[in-house]
Structures are given as C-alpha cells and as structure tokens.
C-alpha cells in the first residue's frame, strides 16, 4: 500500500507541475489543422494535417507489409522449408525474417520505384496535390496486387459484400482487394510448400523402411535422414533456387 500511496503523490505532483503550463501554452492555431479547395475543385490540406496522416500511416506499416506485398508467400514457403528439412530452429526465425524481409524488397522495388517517380516525387516538388499522390502512388501497388490474386476469391468476398460481379478490375473495391489478395496468397504458399515438403517426405520414408528391415526400431528416422535431407539440399543448390523461384513466382 506504500508502494501505491508513493506512486499516486507522484502523479498528483506530476499533474500539479504540468497543468499550469499547459493552461498558459498558446492555442494551436487554427491555420495549422485547415483544408481549402483549389482552384480546380480539389481540396488542399495544411502540412500539419498531411504529416499527421503520414505518421498515421507509418503506424499502419507492418499490416501493410503483410496485406499488400509479397512478404506473406515468402515468409510461409521458407517456414515450410525449415520444417521439411527438420532443422528445428536453423534457420532461426531472424535469419528467416531477414531473408524474407529482403526478398520481398527485391520483389517489391519495381513497383515501389515506379510508384514514387509518379507519386512522391512530384509530391515533394509541389507539382501534385497530397490527395492525388496517395491515389497514384497506390496505383503500382493495386496493379500488383491485382495481377497475384485469382477471380474466384475476389468473386466470392464481392458475394459476400453483395457486391455482385464487376467489369473490370479497375472496379474491385480496395476493401475486397485487399481480402482477396491475402486469402491467394496463403493458398498459392501452402501450394508451393507442399511441392517442395514432398522430396523430404520421400526421404523420411526411405530411412523410416530401411531402419524397419534391419530391426532398428528404436533408432529415431529424423536422426539419420536429417543428414540425407541437408546433403540433397545443398548439392541442388536449394537456397538458391527457392529464393530464385519465389520471386520468379510474381513474374510468371
């Protein structure tokens, strides 16, 4: 009960301190938080207003990674990989997300390229408004998104949404874009994962029988094809043909 008797003194302290500079603090100007429409119909936002949506944004980041990229198949193939090989935690999961993490840059920067030499750049030159950066700097990012998501989940999320069918792709909601392109995602990685778990299987199977014929039934099979599996890995080269195949998967 000390304890919490000290620590409400404090905050009783703390508050008595803060409270009259805040009383006497400015108003914030009203100029700072203000929108106006352009000359061309279009309305203009102050930078305090535009900087508190970047930061909003940057908030939004990580979900951002997974709902609109390429870090989603990458991270669940090489999650898949491990566990065929029955490494247990090798690769660990920083050396996973670090490669997952950079593949998916390497996939992702034509698009992030192209997206800030028709957004961000005129942006920061003042030659287009915030609101139109936003809408063309998502564009590349929409068109990618577009291009990796099969017709039958976007159909089935816009039956869902009573949405019905829709002409052409341009007419897809960002909302059902966005479901859509998830749910394909986890399927075309679980699809990719289960092509490349198949090999390994293989050999558990091999070593599980050849142990059974010579009666060494108490031998565990992952000790001995845990050998077998990394030696095969290695002389195809598997790192580097999964991560070549992977991101060749997004330019088929």
């Not at 870090?71 to 999961?93: D, E, H, K």
């Not at 998916?104 to 192209?114: H, K, N, Q």
């Not at 942006?123 to 990618?144: K, S």
């Not at 749910?183 to 994962?193: D, Y």
Request: aromatic residues 10%.
């Amino acid at each position: 009960m000390s304890v919490l008797k000290t620590a409400f003194k404090s905050v009783c302290l703390l508050g008595a301190l803060v409270l009259p500079v805040i009383a006497q603090a400015e108003p914030l100007s009203m100029s700072a938080v203000s929108s106006a429409v352009g000359a061309d119909g279009t309305t203009e936002y102050s930078v305090s207003l535009q900087l508190l949506a970047i930061m909003t944004a940057l908030t939004l980041l990580p979900a951002l990674l997974l709902g609109m990229t390429a870090f989603t198949r990458v991270m669940i193939v090489l999650s898949i990989v491990r566990q065929a090989l029955g490494t247990g935690q090798t690769p660990s999961n920083q050396v996973l997300l670090t490669l997952g993490l950079f593949l998916t840059i390497f996939i992702m920067f034509p698009v992030g390229e192209r997206a800030y030499n028709e957004a961000i750049q005129p942006y920061i030159a003042e030659e287009m408004p915030f609101q139109q950066a936003v809408e063309t700097g998502f564009a590349p990012f929409r068109e990618f998104m577009l291009a990796q998501t099969r017709e039958e989940d976007i159909a089935r999320f816009a039956d869902i949404t009573g949405k019905g069918t829709f002409d052409k792709p341009e007419d897809v909601p960002f909302s059902i874009l966005m479901a859509s392109f998830i749910t394909s995602e986890l399927k075309t990685a679980f699809q990719i994962g289960f092509l490349l778990f198949i090999p390994f299987v293989v050999i558990d199977l091999v070593v599980a029988s050849v142990l059974m014929s010579m009666g060494m039934m108490m031998l565990s099979p992952m000790m001995i094809s845990l050998p077998f599996k990394i030696m095969l890995f290695v002389l195809v080269d598997g790192w580097g043909l999964l991560m070549g195949s992977l991101a060749a998967s997004f330019y088929r």
